[in-house]
């Protein structure tokens, strides 16, 4: 067989990815061909690819070819890839070509390149949401994958165009473009140039019939409910009808909190902070945030459920910090320690348990870990050299030492690990090593230490993932850096070091070492649980009854997923071990990193004195949560999620809603006759429901969160469209309408029919440009920059790319809403204010281009 394909021809991607699957099961000679030639000979035109059969016969489809050699590879059609297929050639590909064409050949973007296939996009994310899998047709990747990806590459490989808020198409793309045969495609067809790589072949291209007079519009809510079956409808309503009756009763409080046999038991941890460094806004969601999310929806679903964090508070790091400020190691962890608990605390993170590993339950768990380890083989001795700064006088831990990467050239790596390229580093590799305290070039010196046997742990902790993986939600980020691990094979890893403040280590010879922090740091959580209960083990060492969720930021993966596990195997001692692994991204500040040094960044222990209430704080960084890609906190975007998601979406639905039924009906909410419209509603925020359940249950937390504001965004269009404040003044039947729209919007916002409400006041406040700007200049430390006015419009004319993509993604989608109120005959007074916040977003992004900004004066009707 042989493969004509054509650099620049877009087609030409999915066959690549696609033969990988005939390799080895066919002789098969790939062929780069220019895109006049021609390679059928019956065709009056060009066409590529082409793939010539054996017996002669061409395929010139895409999709047959591709189609052609996943069934050489033995796959088995079924119905629902055949829809997807289908589904690519009448919806996808008009509307995909109309993008292109507009991007590659006109040279326009954002919105007017978005616009076209939003619809689309949303299409494959709500499936993929829906299902539950990884793949459109189920758990495993199919010909359907490789066509979507193929077709969706040339556009969504640039970040713009793949929205913030389509989290389970950004894992999906993510994941097969990782693949090893879709970078190859990638690297022939598009030769480094991204989508203008296609230029030539889209310029001989007919303008696509899509953009000549096709209505363009983003409503996949209303798609949604066109598509509702009367079934599902019925089911909505007979479960809303129930009422709070049918809703299990609610779990008693426990003291301590234990398994129960029969029952989900969650154990839900937050990686350990450091408890000298006060945890910046990155840290707060990577970690005990999006851990605290999951916690209380598990409580709320009545799972048993236990949640610790705590200081881990060991090692040089306190030793120097003791040093700095005059205190003992001791007298650091307790003053660091109250310092978490308070922020914690003020950011109402919901711990079962906040402990702390500086405890004799930790020396006895770690000792004894260690002792299994030990008489079973799994520890090894041997001389280290290692960095010492005679300056200090001491042996410098691998985070006191800072130089070259000795793999990437990053300037900054730390002793153990870089931070750019996440490989791991023997201290003595960076190239030109400094210790961090006094900034001295230290010298190498011989110490005799112990070190994790991991290569004899190896194939104990694949077996052990082979059995995990396949059913848990560990993120895409945590299986690479696995499996990038054990790809490179594990080696011996060194457990001990030459310090004072941590775990003794319990072997002869080795009295004056301590136990290194990421050997014992891990075992933290279970300390932790020691000193909560006695009965620890039965969460610790109950693998079968136990699902342990464990939440943390990338950096945190191996130690995690890898070095406590292996250590936990080898003890052979049945301990629970990580069922989902939740890994974020990294959060960076504006257009920056945080820095506590150079008064860079929001830290914990500032938020509460900027006046921003915890719960803006908390909605502001779940929105902005890293779970696919690193994001970055901005102050210009926080004001506007504020206002226009927290404040004008959610909060004004529920304050709405709620001063209705206060002035018009007594405080008491009023009894529903629900119409058919109402009924679709109902129906609409079931399905909602159970989408935001599924993504929560697979703590996708950022994705879940935007199901939430659907469901207020919807119950916004349904008040502002049924008009109860004109209708209470109307006839009976009128008074009745309002009633019933009253009582369900408040039902909606979880209030039933004949409950009682007390005041009606606002849920937010509205953060205001000088407040904000005030907040930027005192945190941005040496990247802040002085505005010649304090007005908003002069804010954003500093703006970075940032700052100005965050608006563009604003214009978009208060375009849509727009669009979706004149598409429904919305009252013209809504329609009105809709636009001037439009018009007013779009001088902010005017301005923050450094474009002048013209108030539109109307389009002619055509």
């Given at each position: 067989?042989?493969?004509f394909?054509?650099?620049?021809a877009?087609?030409s ?13 066919v ?5 780069t061909?220019?895109p ?7 065709l ?10 054996d017996s002669?016969?061409y ?6 070819i591709c189609?052609?050699?996943?069934l ?15 589904w ?24 007017d390149?978005l616009?076209p296939v939003?619809?689309?996009l949303?299409?494959?994310d709500?499936?993929?949401?829906r299902?539950?899998?990884?793949f459109l ?5 199919s010909?359907?994958d ?32 990782s ?17 203008l790589a ?9 303008q ?21 079956s009367?079934?599902e ?35 839900i ?17 990577g970690c ?10 598990s ?11 705590g200081?881990?508070?060991?090692g040089?790091a306190?030793?120097?910090?003791a ?10 962890c307790d ?6 608990a ?14 702390r590993?500086?405890?004799p ?18 520890v ?5 050299e ?24 990053y ?13 791991l ?15 001295s070039?230290?010298?190498?010196k011989?110490?005799?230490h ?6 004899k ?25 696995i499996?990038?691990?054990l ?7 060194c ?20 136990f ?8 933290g959580y ?12 039965r ?5 079968e ?16 997923g890898?070095?406590f ?12 071990l ?8 990294y ?13 860079v960044g ?13 719960d ?10 890293p779970e696919?890609?690193?994001?970055a ?9 504020n ?6 979406n ?7 809603a ?5 002035k018009f ?6 009894e ?31 994705d ?11 119950g916004?269009?349904?008040?502002q ?13 009128d ?19 004949g ?23 005192r945190?941005?430390g ?8 304090p ?26 809403i ?30 923050a ?14």
């Amino acid at each position: 067989m042989r493969l004509f394909v054509s650099e620049g021809a877009p087609g030409s991607l999915p066959v690549l990815a696609a033969a990988g699957r005939a390799q080895g099961r066919v002789e098969l000679l790939i062929s780069t061909v220019g895109p006049e030639e021609c390679v059928v000979p019956f065709l009056t035109r060009p066409k590529v690819p082409v793939l010539q059969l054996d017996s002669g016969n061409y395929l010139f489809s895409a999709s047959a070819i591709c189609r052609y050699f996943f069934l050489l590879s033995g796959w088995e059609q079924d119905d629902l890839t055949n829809q997807w297929l289908e589904w690519e050639a009448t919806e996808l590909q008009p509307a995909l070509s109309a993008a292109l064409y507009y991007l590659v050949v006109q040279g326009k973007k954002g919105e007017d390149v978005l616009g076209p296939v939003r619809r689309a996009l949303t299409h494959i994310d709500h499936s993929l949401s829906r299902r539950s899998c990884p793949f459109l047709a189920g758990e495993t990747e199919s010909l359907a994958d490789i066509v979507l990806w193929g077709a969706l590459y040339p556009l969504l490989q640039d970040p713009a165009y793949l929205p913030e808020e389509l989290g389970a198409l950004h894992s999906w793309f993510q994941t097969l473009s990782s693949q090893e045969p879709c970078q190859r495609a990638v690297e022939t067809v598009l030769k480094q140039q991204g989508v203008l790589a296609l230029r030539p072949y889209l310029q001989k291209q007919p303008q696509p019939s899509f953009l000549e007079g096709r209505a363009v519009s983003n409503e996949p809510e209303e798609e949604e409910l066109a598509t509702l079956s009367e079934e599902e409808i019925a089911m909505a309503v007979a479960a809303w009808e129930k009422g709070l009756g049918s809703l299990p009763p609610l779990r008693p409080q426990q003291n301590p909190v234990l398994p129960v046999a029969g029952e989900r038991n969650v154990l839900i941890t937050s990686a350990l902070p450091y408890v000298n460094n006060v945890p910046h806004l990155g840290n707060i969601i990577g970690c005990v945030l999006s851990a605290d999310v999951f916690a209380r929806y598990s409580r709320l679903r009545q799972w048993n459920t236990l949640y610790l964090c705590g200081t881990d508070e060991y090692g040089t790091a306190t030793e120097t910090k003791a040093m700095e400020e005059g205190l003992t190691p001791q007298e650091i962890c307790d003053k660091y320690h109250a310092v978490h608990a308070d922020i914690y605390r003020w950011f109402n993170i919901s711990f079962d348990i906040f402990g702390r590993t500086t405890t004799p339950q930790q020396t006895k768990i770690t000792q004894d870990i260690f002792q299994r380890l030990f008489t079973r083989g799994f520890v090894l001795q041997d001389t280290v050299e290692q960095l010492r700064c005679e300056h200090c006088a001491r042996f410098l831990a691998d985070r006191f030492v800072e130089g070259v990467c000795p793999f990437c050239g990053y300037e900054e790596a730390r002793g153990d690990q870089c931070d750019k390229c996440g490989k791991l580093i023997n201290a003595i590799e960076l190239k030109k090593p400094q210790c961090k305290v006094c900034r001295s070039c230290p010298v190498v010196k011989s110490s005799r230490h112990l070190f994790l046997d991991l290569p004899k742990l190896e194939k104990r902790l694949e077996e052990w993932l082979e059995k995990t993986l396949p059913g848990s939600d560990w993120t895409p980020n945590a299986r690479f850096i696995i499996r990038s691990w054990l790809r490179d094979g594990l080696k011996p890893r060194c457990i001990t070091r030459d310090l004072k403040w941590g775990t003794p280590v319990p072997l002869e010879g080795f009295e004056d070492k301590v136990f290194y922090v990421w050997f014992d740091a891990t075992i933290g959580y279970l300390s932790i649980t020691a000193n909560y209960t006695d009965q620890w083990e039965r969460w610790w060492k109950n693998p079968e009854q136990v699902s342990l969720y464990q939440f943390m930021a990338k950096d945190n993966v191996p130690f995690h997923g890898l070095v406590f596990p292996c250590s936990a195997l080898g003890t052979e001692d049945n301990y629970t071990l990580v069922s989902h692994l939740i890994a974020t991204e990294y959060l960076n500040y504006e257009d920056g990193k945080f820095s506590k040094s150079r008064g860079v960044g929001v830290f914990g222990d500032m938020a509460q004195n900027t006046g921003i209430p915890a719960d803006i704080w908390r909605f502001y960084l779940l929105y902005i949560r890293p779970e696919g890609q690193d994001t970055a906190f901005s102050w210009t975007d926080m004001l506007l999620k504020n206002n226009s998601e927290l404040l004008n979406n959610l909060g004004n639905f529920i304050n709405r809603a709620g001063m209705f039924v206060s002035k018009f009906f007594g405080c008491f909410v009023p009894e529903m006759v629900l119409t058919s419209d109402d009924r679709r509603l109902l129906a609409h925020v079931t399905l909602e429901l159970q989408h935001y359940h599924q993504l929560l249950e697979k703590a996708r937390i950022r994705d879940a969160l935007r199901s939430i504001l659907t469901i207020s965004r919807h119950g916004n269009q349904y008040i502002q469209v049924n008009e109860p404040w004109k209708r209470i003044k109307g006839s009976e039947a009128d008074r009745q309408r309002a009633g019933t729209v009253t009582g369900l919007a408040v039902n909606i916002a979880a209030l039933p029919a004949g409950h009682q409400i007390g005041t009606v006041s606002p849920l937010f406040q509205k953060l205001e440009n000088d407040q904000i700007e005030s907040l930027r200049q005192r945190f941005g430390g040496g990247q802040a920059k002085v505005s010649p006015k304090p007005a908003v419009v002069e804010t954003v004319t500093t703006a970075g790319p940032q700052q100005v993509q965050v608006l563009m993604d604003e214009v978009t989608k208060q375009g849509n809403i727009v669009r979706e109120l004149k598409a429904q005959k919305a009252d013209k007074n809504q329609v009105a204010a809709e636009v001037a916040k439009l018009l007013d977003l779009k001088k902010q992004l005017a301005l923050a281009e450094g474009k002048p900004f013209e108030t539109p004066k109307g389009k002619k009707k055509r």
